[in-house]
């Protein structure tokens, strides 16, 4: 089991923040989840540069800090669905806020980023 090198710090609103959403789909799989993509097979088609085994990594995590809920059906082979939360949704506008700055501001961003390269 993975053990954590660095202790906890979450002294402010952006610490716990980062705690809950920090990993690379993170973001993205709550934005798909809450526009009606809800079985994994889907949310894959809709990362596919993410691996099965980090999404389902990803999706335990935001169903661990009470984001995301997940219902598996009694039925063969298992159908496993996911929605968010009442908490999860409020996410949402914040997420919802994040696109529009990067869309608002995606010449400058991706000049910056590929310079780094």
């Known amino acids: 089991m993975y053990e954590r090198k660095i202790p906890l710090n979450l002294n402010c609103g952006l610490d716990l923040t980062g705690?809950?959403?920090y990993g690379k789909w993170k973001i993205r799989l709550l934005w798909f989840i809450n526009e009606g993509f809800k079985r994994p097979s889907e949310l894959q088609r809709k990362?596919?540069?993410?691996?099965r085994?980090?999404?389902?990594i990803q999706l335990n995590e935001l169903e661990g800090h009470e984001l995301v809920s997940?219902?598996?059906f009694p039925v063969v082979p298992p159908k496993v669905e996911y929605s968010l939360t009442d908490f999860g949704k409020t996410l949402i506008p914040v997420i919802s806020?994040?696109?529009?700055?990067?869309?608002?501001?995606e010449q400058r961003l991706r000049s910056v980023i590929l310079k780094k390269e």
Do not use: M, Q, T, Y
């Open 19 to 21: 705690e809950v959403l």
């Open 47 to 51: 990362i596919p540069d993410a691996s």
């Open 53 to 56: 085994r980090v999404l389902n």
């Open 70 to 72: 997940k219902v598996i």
């Open 97 to 105: 806020v994040l696109g529009h700055w990067g869309d608002d501001n």
